[in-house]
């Protein structure tokens, strides 16, 4: 009958509504270096799924960096990985915006996520990628080297300082 088949259809509920960011979990204050891998995880209003690839934008003082989706699709907990390359810096902290998650990101009705929001301040999650142990063909002129033993970028007490400044006429 006609009637029971329109009455079946009024329990149907459409899903309209984006899934929302709702944290960002930082991989702690902390100065990493080359080699080191930061990890994010990204926390959901619901399970999403992607399309394709998926990735977060860091930002650098050395240049936008991309984090590489490392799993959670189909749950509300997506976890990305960094791993700091040579010549990577971020002495003041990194940065994500409102558009940092890449990739089509959807949940199971197909609506997609919506852009990040506001982040927790990541002024302490520093990076240092600089080159270690490099080697120099040739005279150093006027310079100061020193071992950074706690990778603050700056010589501190107990930290070998060596290096001599000459005028050469």
């Known amino acids: 009958s006609q009637s029971a088949a329109v009455a079946s259809t009024t ?41 394709g690839s998926a990735a977060l934008k860091l930002g650098l003082e050395s240049g936008s960096k991309t984090a590489a989706f490392a799993g959670g699709s189909g749950t509300d907990t997506l976890t990305f990985t960094y791993q700091v390359g040579s010549g990577d810096l971020a002495t003041r902290g990194i940065s994500l915006d409102t558009t940092a998650l890449l990739g089509l990101i959807k949940d199971a ?7 990040i929001g506001s982040i927790d301040d990541l002024r ?46």
């Open 11 to 51: 329990d149907i509920q459409i899903d309209q509504s984006s899934p929302a960011v709702s944290a960002v979990q930082s991989p702690g204050d902390a100065t990493f270096n080359k080699g080191q891998t930061l990890t994010f995880t990204i926390k959901t209003s619901e399970p999403v799924f992607f399309d």
């Open 124 to 169: 302490g999650v520093n990076i240092n990628g600089a080159l270690i142990g490099s080697s120099v063909d040739g005279y150093l002129i006027n310079t100061v080297i020193f071992s950074d033993a706690n990778g603050n970028n700056q010589i501190d007490a107990g930290e070998a300082v060596g290096g001599r400044y000459r005028d050469w006429e």
């Open 109 to 115: 009705a197909g609506n997609p996520v919506s852009s």
